[in-house]
């Protein structure tokens, strides 16, 4: 089977950093997404990571080691706007579908 | 627009009656996606199509769902018989044709269904 481990809720302040942990079991390992999903909207991609090590855009980067079944979402100089939860997914063996975590929720405060 | 539209965007039913979320993915889009989203759960697959067929149809959680899609494009879910635990948002993705495990799924809206 397939299991995804993700915090339920993170808090930070403006401008800080914040790091989203993910750990994944998985039968076989075909790639793992990162998505943002504001309260109310569709979720958004952020990051795909199939080969360990660190992938960087812009304010945000995602990490992976396979051997660790690890990943992390790394968010730099924290907006307001990145107020919203964080969906770690892996692909599935089949390579047929996301198999998604429940999402860590991430409060921004001022 | 260009992105993954769905129809309703809410929908309220009364217990037993039978429902259908319509969903229009991206032009060019060949693979389309069905998932569901309940309060306090993370996103849970349902089918997938690549084109008209199903190759996968695992997450459907019992035979009152159903899903079709009509020329490579317009994919419906029907759920019969709706059961108070079908309440949820129902989201549809597609993603381009490619290397299936690495292309990017874009997401629609969702069609938020509350059955009564």
């Known amino acids: 089977g397939q299991n995804i481990d993700q915090p339920t809720e993170m808090t930070a302040t403006e401008g800080a950093i914040v790091q989203i942990n993910c750990t994944y079991q998985?039968?076989?390992?075909?790639?793992l997404f990162w998505y943002q999903q504001h309260a109310g909207e569709a979720p958004t991609f952020l990051s795909y990571?199939?080969?360990?090590g660190l992938e960087e855009k812009g304010r945000f980067s995602s990490f992976l080691s396979r051997s660790k079944g690890y990943s992390y979402l790394l968010l730099k100089e924290l907006q307001m706007k990145d107020s919203a939860s964080y969906l770690c997914?892996?692909?599935?063996?089949?390579?047929?579908?996301?198999?998604f975590g429940k999402g860590t929720t991430l409060s921004v405060s001022s | 627009g260009a992105g993954v539209s769905q129809s309703p965007s809410n929908k309220v039913t009364e217990k037993g009656k039978d429902v259908e979320l319509r969903c229009d993915p991206i032009s060019g889009h060949t693979a389309l996606y069905w998932y569901r989203q309940s309060l306090g759960q993370g996103l849970e697959f349902l089918i997938y199509f690549q084109g008209n067929s199903a190759p996968d149809k695992s997450g459907l959680p019992s035979d009152r769902f159903s899903a079709e899609r009509t020329g490579g494009s317009v994919s419906t879910l029907t759920i019969q018989r709706t059961q108070q635990e079908d309440s949820a948002v129902y989201l549809c993705?597609?993603?381009?044709?490619?290397?299936?495990?690495?292309?990017?799924?874009?997401f629609g809206p969702g069609t938020r269904l509350t059955v009564l």
């Open positions: 998985t039968s076989g390992f075909n790639g």
């Open positions: 997914a892996v692909v599935n063996q089949a390579g047929t579908a996301l198999i």
């Open positions: 993705a597609s993603s381009r044709p490619g290397t299936q495990e690495r292309d990017e799924q874009f």
């Open positions: 990571n199939v080969l360990d």
